[in-house]
């Protein structure tokens, strides 16, 4: 699918340090605006404000981890062609197709190189 020019991201994370660095490193993109919420509710409220192009989900977060934000947002149809890519420490290949069957589009593996971020967000989206 061909999508648009890429301008909205919101990267979903509980933990702070880890959303200043996305957000830092994405940041880099001139023409992208980047928006972080710390939970996958505030992350559900936050997409039906503003419809981001893209959703950047942490996995393992308390309350509602990411596999859950993902099914909340495909159940609702203002947010289920919203494409998500997982970023995560749990990057086993089985893990892997576990997430893509469940509907992400990507996983990005945690660590992740800051430098290189953005360049693996975008060549991703140019794929969706």
Not at 52 to 77: C, E, K
Not at 81 to 103: C, D, S, W, Y
Not at 113 to 128: G, K, N
């Amino acid at each position: 699918m061909n999508r648009d020019k890429l301008r909205e991201i919101l990267y979903v994370d509980d933990e702070p340090d880890i959303r200043e660095i996305v957000q830092m490193a994405l940041g880099l993109v001139p023409t992208l605006s980047v928006n972080t919420a710390d939970s996958g509710m505030r992350a559900l409220q936050s997409m039906r404000a503003s419809k981001p192009d893209l959703v950047l989900l942490d996995v393992m977060m308390p309350n509602m981890d990411g596999p859950t934000t993902l099914q909340q947002m495909r159940s609702q149809p203002e947010l289920q062609a919203i494409p998500v890519i997982f970023m995560t420490a749990k990057a086993m290949p089985q893990e892997v197709a576990r997430f893509r069957a469940l509907g992400a589009a990507a996983v990005i593996a945690k660590p992740f190189d800051p430098m290189l971020l953005a360049e693996h967000v975008l060549s991703i989206w140019e794929t969706l």
